[in-house]
Antibody
Framework: EVQLVETGGGLIQPGGSLRLSCAAS????????MSWVRQAPGKGLEWVSL???????NYADSVKGRFTISRDNSKNTIYLQMNGLRIEDTAVYYC????????????????WGKGTTVTVSS | SYVLTQPPSVSVAPGMTARITCGGD??????VHWYRQRPGQAPILVIY???DRPSGIPERVSGSKSGNTATLIINRVEAGDEADYYC???????????FGGGTKLTVL
Protein backbone atom coordinates (compact mmCIF):
# COMPACT_ATOMS: atom_id res chain seq x y z
CA GLU A 1 0.00 0.00 0.00
CA VAL A 2 1.27 3.45 -0.91
CA GLN A 3 1.49 5.51 2.27
CA LEU A 4 3.16 8.57 3.80
CA VAL A 5 3.54 8.99 7.56
CA GLU A 6 4.74 12.27 9.04
CA THR A 7 6.30 12.57 12.49
CA GLY A 8 8.27 15.13 14.45
CA GLY A 9 5.76 17.86 15.14
CA GLY A 10 5.39 19.48 18.53
CA LEU A 11 5.45 22.64 20.58
CA ILE A 12 8.51 24.83 20.06
CA GLN A 13 9.48 28.33 21.13
CA PRO A 14 10.02 31.10 18.59
CA GLY A 15 13.52 30.94 17.17
CA GLY A 16 13.77 27.22 17.82
CA SER A 17 14.38 24.32 15.45
CA LEU A 18 12.46 21.19 14.59
CA ARG A 19 12.92 18.36 12.10
CA LEU A 20 9.93 16.71 10.50
CA SER A 21 10.13 13.25 8.95
CA CYS A 22 8.00 11.67 6.24
CA ALA A 23 8.37 7.91 5.91
CA ALA A 24 7.16 6.49 2.62
CA SER A 25 6.03 2.96 1.85
CA UNK A 26 4.87 1.33 -1.36
CA UNK A 27 7.09 3.45 -3.62
CA UNK A 28 10.61 4.86 -3.79
CA UNK A 29 10.90 8.53 -2.79
CA UNK A 30 14.00 9.11 -4.88
CA UNK A 31 12.02 8.43 -8.05
CA UNK A 32 9.33 11.02 -7.29
CA UNK A 33 8.85 14.69 -6.58
CA MET A 34 8.24 15.01 -2.82
CA SER A 35 6.71 18.07 -1.24
CA TRP A 36 5.77 19.63 2.07
CA VAL A 37 2.51 21.57 2.28
CA ARG A 38 1.26 23.30 5.41
CA GLN A 39 -2.05 24.56 6.71
CA ALA A 40 -2.26 27.16 9.45
CA PRO A 41 -5.23 26.87 11.83
CA GLY A 42 -8.43 27.79 9.99
CA LYS A 43 -6.52 28.71 6.84
CA GLY A 44 -5.91 27.25 3.40
CA LEU A 45 -3.13 25.11 1.99
CA GLU A 46 0.30 26.65 1.48
CA TRP A 47 3.07 24.98 -0.50
CA VAL A 48 6.33 24.98 1.51
CA SER A 49 9.04 22.99 -0.23
CA LEU A 50 9.78 20.53 -3.02
CA UNK A 51 12.48 17.98 -3.66
CA UNK A 52 12.82 16.92 -7.29
CA UNK A 53 13.57 13.30 -8.15
CA UNK A 54 17.04 14.39 -9.20
CA UNK A 55 17.74 15.87 -5.78
CA UNK A 56 17.23 19.55 -6.53
CA UNK A 57 15.15 21.60 -4.12
CA ASN A 58 12.76 24.54 -4.17
CA TYR A 59 11.19 26.64 -1.42
CA ALA A 60 8.38 29.09 -0.87
CA ASP A 61 9.63 32.63 -0.25
CA SER A 62 8.16 32.52 3.27
CA VAL A 63 10.55 29.75 4.38
CA LYS A 64 13.56 30.15 2.08
CA GLY A 65 16.77 30.35 4.07
CA ARG A 66 15.15 28.88 7.19
CA PHE A 67 13.82 25.49 6.07
CA THR A 68 15.74 22.69 4.35
CA ILE A 69 14.24 19.67 2.62
CA SER A 70 16.32 16.51 2.34
CA ARG A 71 15.93 12.78 1.90
CA ASP A 72 17.52 9.54 3.05
CA ASN A 73 17.18 7.01 0.26
CA SER A 74 18.22 4.13 2.54
CA LYS A 75 15.28 4.91 4.82
CA ASN A 76 12.93 5.98 2.02
CA THR A 77 12.24 9.09 4.07
CA ILE A 78 11.92 12.82 3.42
CA TYR A 79 12.82 15.43 6.03
CA LEU A 80 12.06 19.08 6.64
CA GLN A 81 14.57 20.84 8.87
CA MET A 82 12.96 23.99 10.22
CA ASN A 83 15.18 26.62 11.81
CA GLY A 84 14.40 30.09 13.11
CA LEU A 85 10.79 29.14 13.66
CA ARG A 86 8.24 31.94 13.87
CA ILE A 87 4.76 32.06 15.32
CA GLU A 88 3.38 32.22 11.77
CA ASP A 89 4.95 28.82 11.03
CA THR A 90 2.32 27.23 13.29
CA ALA A 91 0.46 24.76 11.09
CA VAL A 92 -0.28 21.18 10.22
CA TYR A 93 2.52 20.04 7.92
CA TYR A 94 1.63 17.52 5.23
CA CYS A 95 4.02 15.45 3.18
CA UNK A 96 2.79 14.76 -0.35
CA UNK A 97 3.97 12.86 -3.42
CA UNK A 98 4.11 14.53 -6.81
CA UNK A 99 3.27 12.49 -9.88
CA UNK A 100 2.92 13.20 -13.57
CA UNK A 101 1.72 11.47 -16.70
CA UNK A 102 4.52 10.26 -18.92
CA UNK A 103 5.69 13.13 -21.11
CA UNK A 104 3.92 15.78 -19.06
CA UNK A 105 5.95 18.49 -17.34
CA UNK A 106 3.39 19.43 -14.70
CA UNK A 107 2.93 17.45 -11.50
CA UNK A 108 -0.03 16.87 -9.20
CA UNK A 109 -0.05 15.66 -5.57
CA UNK A 110 -1.59 12.21 -5.59
CA UNK A 111 -0.64 10.83 -2.17
CA TRP A 112 -0.81 12.77 1.10
CA GLY A 113 0.10 11.89 4.64
CA LYS A 114 -2.19 12.65 7.59
CA GLY A 115 0.02 15.51 8.73
CA THR A 116 1.96 16.48 11.83
CA THR A 117 1.21 19.57 13.92
CA VAL A 118 3.83 22.23 14.63
CA THR A 119 2.99 24.88 17.21
CA VAL A 120 5.36 27.80 17.66
CA SER A 121 4.60 29.63 20.87
CA SER A 122 6.34 31.08 23.89
CA SER B 1 3.35 37.07 -7.72
CA TYR B 2 0.81 34.79 -9.35
CA VAL B 3 -2.48 34.28 -7.47
CA LEU B 4 -5.23 31.71 -7.89
CA THR B 5 -8.62 33.14 -6.90
CA GLN B 6 -11.48 30.99 -5.61
CA PRO B 7 -14.82 32.05 -4.12
CA PRO B 8 -14.72 31.57 -0.33
CA SER B 9 -17.96 29.64 -0.30
CA VAL B 10 -20.50 27.91 -2.52
CA SER B 11 -23.84 26.56 -1.32
CA VAL B 12 -26.01 24.07 -3.19
CA ALA B 13 -29.03 21.92 -2.44
CA PRO B 14 -28.72 18.13 -2.53
CA GLY B 15 -29.14 16.72 -6.03
CA MET B 16 -28.17 19.98 -7.71
CA THR B 17 -24.90 20.94 -9.43
CA ALA B 18 -22.06 22.74 -7.70
CA ARG B 19 -19.55 24.76 -9.67
CA ILE B 20 -16.37 26.00 -8.02
CA THR B 21 -14.16 28.35 -10.01
CA CYS B 22 -10.44 29.04 -9.92
CA GLY B 23 -9.20 32.15 -11.70
CA GLY B 24 -5.69 33.15 -12.67
CA ASP B 25 -4.09 35.91 -14.70
CA UNK B 26 -2.65 33.67 -17.34
CA UNK B 27 -3.12 29.92 -17.29
CA UNK B 28 -1.59 29.40 -20.70
CA UNK B 29 -0.57 25.79 -21.15
CA UNK B 30 -0.43 25.16 -17.41
CA UNK B 31 -2.78 22.58 -16.00
CA VAL B 32 -4.95 22.81 -12.89
CA HIS B 33 -5.51 20.17 -10.24
CA TRP B 34 -8.21 20.01 -7.56
CA TYR B 35 -8.24 18.62 -4.02
CA ARG B 36 -11.01 17.92 -1.55
CA GLN B 37 -10.43 18.31 2.19
CA ARG B 38 -13.04 17.17 4.65
CA PRO B 39 -12.87 18.57 8.21
CA GLY B 40 -10.02 17.08 10.20
CA GLN B 41 -8.69 15.11 7.24
CA ALA B 42 -5.82 15.43 4.80
CA PRO B 43 -6.54 16.66 1.26
CA ILE B 44 -7.16 14.14 -1.50
CA LEU B 45 -6.80 14.58 -5.24
CA VAL B 46 -10.14 14.71 -7.08
CA ILE B 47 -9.17 16.14 -10.52
CA TYR B 48 -5.78 16.41 -12.25
CA UNK B 49 -4.69 17.89 -15.58
CA UNK B 50 -7.81 20.08 -15.68
CA UNK B 51 -10.31 17.23 -16.18
CA ASP B 52 -8.86 13.79 -15.41
CA ARG B 53 -10.29 11.79 -12.51
CA PRO B 54 -8.22 9.53 -10.24
CA SER B 55 -9.56 6.07 -9.62
CA GLY B 56 -12.15 6.07 -6.88
CA ILE B 57 -13.55 9.52 -7.70
CA PRO B 58 -17.11 9.23 -9.08
CA GLU B 59 -17.98 10.33 -12.62
CA ARG B 60 -20.30 13.03 -11.29
CA VAL B 61 -17.12 14.96 -10.35
CA SER B 62 -15.52 16.66 -13.34
CA GLY B 63 -13.30 19.56 -14.27
CA SER B 64 -12.95 22.01 -17.11
CA LYS B 65 -10.85 24.99 -18.09
CA SER B 66 -11.54 27.87 -20.40
CA GLY B 67 -9.30 30.88 -20.80
CA ASN B 68 -8.11 31.95 -17.37
CA THR B 69 -10.75 30.09 -15.39
CA ALA B 70 -10.81 26.47 -14.26
CA THR B 71 -14.02 24.98 -12.89
CA LEU B 72 -14.69 22.00 -10.65
CA ILE B 73 -18.17 20.61 -11.29
CA ILE B 74 -19.97 18.28 -8.94
CA ASN B 75 -23.25 16.90 -10.29
CA ARG B 76 -26.01 15.45 -8.11
CA VAL B 77 -24.43 16.87 -4.98
CA GLU B 78 -24.60 14.71 -1.85
CA ALA B 79 -24.09 15.50 1.83
CA GLY B 80 -20.71 13.75 1.65
CA ASP B 81 -19.45 16.31 -0.86
CA GLU B 82 -19.44 18.98 1.83
CA ALA B 83 -15.79 19.95 2.20
CA ASP B 84 -13.16 22.53 1.32
CA TYR B 85 -11.92 22.40 -2.25
CA TYR B 86 -8.57 23.77 -3.46
CA CYS B 87 -7.18 24.37 -6.94
CA UNK B 88 -3.47 23.91 -7.53
CA UNK B 89 -1.01 24.62 -10.30
CA UNK B 90 2.64 25.27 -11.09
CA UNK B 91 3.68 28.89 -11.56
CA UNK B 92 6.31 28.84 -14.28
CA UNK B 93 7.34 32.43 -13.58
CA UNK B 94 8.51 31.62 -10.05
CA UNK B 95 8.96 27.84 -10.30
CA UNK B 96 6.67 27.53 -7.29
CA UNK B 97 3.56 25.52 -6.66
CA UNK B 98 0.46 27.56 -5.89
CA PHE B 99 -2.84 26.79 -4.19
CA GLY B 100 -6.02 28.76 -4.46
CA GLY B 101 -7.46 30.12 -1.23
CA GLY B 102 -10.00 27.32 -1.02
CA THR B 103 -13.78 27.14 -1.37
CA LYS B 104 -16.06 25.78 1.32
CA LEU B 105 -18.85 23.79 -0.29
CA THR B 106 -21.97 23.69 1.85
CA VAL B 107 -24.77 21.26 1.06
CA LEU B 108 -28.01 22.89 2.17
Amino acid sequence: EVQLVETGGGLIQPGGSLRLSCAASGFVVSSKYMSWVRQAPGKGLEWVSLMYAGGGTNYADSVKGRFTISRDNSKNTIYLQMNGLRIEDTAVYYCARGSSRSGYFYYYLDVWGKGTTVTVSS
Amino acid sequence: SYVLTQPPSVSVAPGMTARITCGGDKFGLQTVHWYRQRPGQAPILVIYYDSDRPSGIPERVSGSKSGNTATLIINRVEAGDEADYYCHMWDTSSDHWLFGGGTKLTVL
